[in-house]
């Protein structure tokens, strides 16, 4: 089993950058997909980022390629998000999450989840 939360969430103005963590416990972190969701106000939760075991792969929707990077620190038990060129519409709460899989994007393939961390870009 594995337990997770997130930090580093805040304000920021739109064009910043944030960088979100995500401590997990459990010896075989190595062996958990890690994934980031958000979810804006009045919306559903989205898939946002994944990587795969060990960093093998690495995923991110259409909304934020180019301008996140997800990565992870197996030593530490650590996952990122790099957060740059921030919009209003990147507002939300981020939540970190793992699945005991090699890959996925799906959140229903994720059974531990943190309890999210705000970020707000606004002027």
């Known amino acids: 089993q594995v337990q997770v939360v997130e930090s580093g969430g805040g304000l920021v103005q739109p064009g910043e950058s944030l960088k979100l963590s995500c401590a997990a416990s459990?010896?075989?972190?190595?062996?958990?997909?890690m994934g980031w969701f958000r979810q804006a106000p009045g919306k559903e939760r989205e898939f946002v980022a994944a990587?795969?075991?060990?960093?093998?792969?690495?995923d991110y929707s259409d909304s934020v390629k180019g301008r996140f990077t997800i990565s992870r620190d197996d030593v530490k038990n650590e996952v990122y998000l790099q957060m740059n060129s921030l919009k209003p519409e990147d507002t939300g709460v981020y939540y970190c999450?793992?699945?005991?899989?090699?890959?996925?994007?799906?959140?229903?393939?994720?059974?531990?989840w943190g309890q999210g961390t705000q970020v707000t870009v606004s002027s």
């Open positions: 999450a793992a699945a005991q899989r090699l890959r996925s994007t799906l959140q229903t393939d994720y059974k531990y």
């Open positions: 990587i795969a075991w060990e960093g093998r792969g690495l």
């Open positions: 459990g010896r075989t972190f190595s062996y958990y997909a």
